[in-house]
């Protein structure tokens, strides 16, 4: 079938002036993922958790948002994508307030779950009705890769802001910045933003949304647990009970009359390669950053707002590879450019694998920039691919998966890379001939607070100790990260050899066969169910 000449429609000014205010939740909800990377001694300090309370603390945000973003991208689809946006605006508004004025852990825990209810609605809306608001494809592309800006790079602004805000005012203040921005969206959206909906939506399929619920975060949960504890009794429940009821949820998907999402999406290489592109790179991210601003905070004895400013980089390194993503896409095929910006990352990594601890600061912080940069790459590549691939009325649903793969791999990434550095931090101050309390023994901040009580000759020994420890658990995340991605970027030249530049920025072309292969392998429009 020939493909068609029909010129889409090109972008309007309002339109244009709309889409900040689509890129602001974004960058609010991803903000939230990694703030606390820098609150965490406040909060700590304040309210005083147990280290059971506090992993929730971290946790329960990226738990409830990741096992709520496909339902809420299909529910999108059904009552309207504005719609749910300003719900959700509103409910992430007043769970802001709440961790605000949280008196005990119990109450922030609870807070941070609303918070990730209401980010659930917010990050798939705003990325489908950017879908339905740009119909040209280079107009598409660049408006994707303005909203890769705001999330991928929501992540590496969270500790910068917070690092700003901690420097002069308590640990709620970042938080309580959600508040005015939502306020914003709420009283500007109803007027501005165009609604979308699908038109022949006519059911909601509430047992699939409970049980995808359910797998994804036991799924998530058992390898948290697993790779902090072994595969104790709890992780091989929550694995357990995570399969057994991802396995109803694919075969609910298949039989209801109105599914969550189309599983013919991932028939597609191209919606499968950008999922998972977009859950490794989200892993990456959200992992190093973790450790990142630990490492500068006690081995370069940075106050959070002096580490804020040094990575001020990082951001820009987004900025500077969605952009170039944007310009090369409709001229470059986007197995090359995908694969190109996880090698761009993966070279990031690197550097970040062989730093020392005198190792000069502009140097990691170069590494960690590169790495942003193709991060930045391969986000927009990868959301653009998976918007065109789904048909727009199932643009809520798509963009529901690719936020759940972003947000599966930062959880993910802060357990496993987490996990690697402790791992090997405490093997080294294991096998040191030096006394240590088990709290020094266990954190580089322990071994720091030990080093401050002893004279100068021990504390010295003590810290340059631990700083060597924590800085080769570093080194194996960032080696870890970089043989992911390049691995990835191999996967990726396959599964997208066949799909030519234009076929990134539309799924109205389908390739010819060739005599490379069967039609049957051939990239096509992904139907409508």
């Given amino acids: 079938m020939p493909a068609s000449t029909t010129t889409p429609p090109r972008a309007s000014a309002r339109t244009w002036w709309t889409l900040p205010f689509l890129l602001l939740p974004a960058l609010l909800t991803s903000m939230d993922i990694s703030i606390l990377f820098v609150a965490s001694p406040a909060i700590t300090e304040a309210l005083n958790p147990t280290a059971t309370q506090w992993l929730w603390m971290m946790d329960v945000y990226g738990f409830v948002m990741a096992g709520l973003l496909i339902t809420m991208g299909s529910l999108g689809d059904r009552i309207g994508r504005k719609r749910l946006l300003l719900i959700g605006s509103l409910l992430f508004g007043a769970a802001s307030a709440g961790i ?110 409970l049980t995808s619920l359910i797998a994804i975060v036991s799924l998530v949960f058992a390898v948290k647990q697993f790779v902090e504890y072994g595969m104790d009794p709890l992780a091989g429940s929550a694995l357990a009970l995570g399969l057994v009821f991802f396995a109803f949820f694919v075969r609910r998907q298949r039989r209801a009359a109105h599914p969550l999402i189309d599983l013919n999406l991932f028939r597609s290489a191209r919606f499968s390669a950008a999922a998972g592109s977009n859950a490794l790179v989200s892993l990456a991210a959200a992992g190093l950053g973790l450790l990142a601003f630990t490492f500068l905070q006690t081995v370069h004895g940075l106050s959070p707002l002096r580490a804020a400013l040094w990575t001020l980089p990082t951001f820009v390194g987004t900025l500077a590879g969605a952009t170039l993503a944007t310009v090369l896409a409709s001229r470059v095929r986007p197995a090359i450019l995908l694969a190109c910006g996880l ?71 802060i357990a496993a890379f987490g996990t690697v550095s402790t791992a090997v931090y405490r093997a080294t101050m294991d096998g040191a001939a030096v006394e240590m309390t088990p709290a020094a023994g266990e954190t580089v901040a322990g071994a720091v607070a030990e080093a401050a009580a002893r004279d100068d000759a021990a504390a010295t020994v003590l810290r340059d100790l631990a700083f060597g420890a924590y800085t080769e658990g570093i080194n194996a995340a960032g080696l870890s990260g970089a043989v992911l991605l390049a691995l990835m970027a191999v996967f990726v030249v396959v599964a997208l050899r066949r799909v030519p530049a234009a076929s990134g920025d539309t799924a109205t072309e389908p390739e010819s066969p060739t005599a490379a292969g069967p039609a049957a392998d051939v990239e096509a429009p992904i139907p409508r169910r």
């Fill in 100 to 209: 605000v004025f949280s008196a005990t852990p119990e109450q922030l825990i609870v807070a941070r779950a609303l918070l990730g209810i209401g980010a659930a609605t917010l990050a798939p809306s705003t990325l489908s009705l950017i879908r339905s608001m740009f119909h040209d494809p280079r107009q598409r592309q660049a408006a994707v890769g303005a909203w890769t800006v705001a999330f991928t790079g929501g992540a590496v602004a969270g500790p910068i802001v917070g690092g700003f805000l901690l420097e002069y005012f308590w640990w709620g203040s970042v938080f309580l910045i959600n508040i005015p921005v939502m306020l914003v969206l709420l009283l500007t959206g109803p007027f501005l933003i165009p609604e979308s909906r699908d038109p022949d939506a006519t059911g909601f399929d509430i047992p699939g949304a």
């Fill in 343 to 413: 090698l761009v990352a993966a070279c990031g990594f690197g550097v970040v694998g062989v730093v020392e601890p005198g190792t000069s600061l502009a140097v990691f912080i170069g590494g960690y920039t590169v790495l942003t940069a193709g991060l930045g790459m391969v986000g927009t590549l990868a959301n653009s691919l998976v918007l065109s691939t789904a048909p727009p009325e199932r643009a809520g649903a798509a963009a529901g998966i690719s936020e759940t793969s972003n947000e599966l791999g930062a959880a993910l990434g």
